[in-house]
């Protein structure tokens, strides 16, 4: 069993930074990549941003200058600034992970989701 929690969302004002956490913990075998997506009230869940174990990352555009993803061991942060009222939403974590249960097939694995909000 795989278990992702996330921590770090709530209020804000716009222009102002929240850093969120993401904890995996259980029968882990191999991280391949962990990331962030969000969902705005009506619409569909998007890609925030990802890391992969070697380092490489991806972010959505609406992000790019503003958020920054990090990886350490099995705990993802990203670091939002300058956030503005369209970035409110629900946080999900995600994680590519190879679970002991399955060592050669990897499964996407989410959190429940941490709310934010962006005030203007």
């Known amino acids: 069993q795989v278990q992702l929690v996330e921590s770090g969302g709530g209020l804000v004002q716009a222009g102002g930074s929240l850093r969120l956490s993401c904890a995996a913990s259980?029968?882990?075998?191999?991280?391949?990549?962990m990331g962030w997506y969000r969902q705005a009230p009506g619409k569909q869940r998007e890609l925030v941003a990802d890391?992969?174990?070697?380092?490489g990352t991806r972010y959505a555009d609406s992000v790019k200058g503003r958020f920054t993803i990090s990886l350490s061991k099995t705990m993802v942060y990203l670091q939002m600034n300058s956030l503005k009222p369209e970035d409110t939403g629900v946080y999900y974590c995600?994680?590519?992970?190879?679970?002991?249960?399955?060592?050669?097939?990897?499964?996407?694995?989410w959190g429940k989701g941490t709310l934010v909000t962006v005030s203007s």
């Open positions: 259980g029968s882990i075998f191999r991280i391949n990549s």
């Open positions: 890391i992969f174990s070697g380092g």
């Open positions: 995600n994680a590519d992970i190879n679970p002991l249960t399955s060592i050669y097939n990897a499964m996407a694995y």
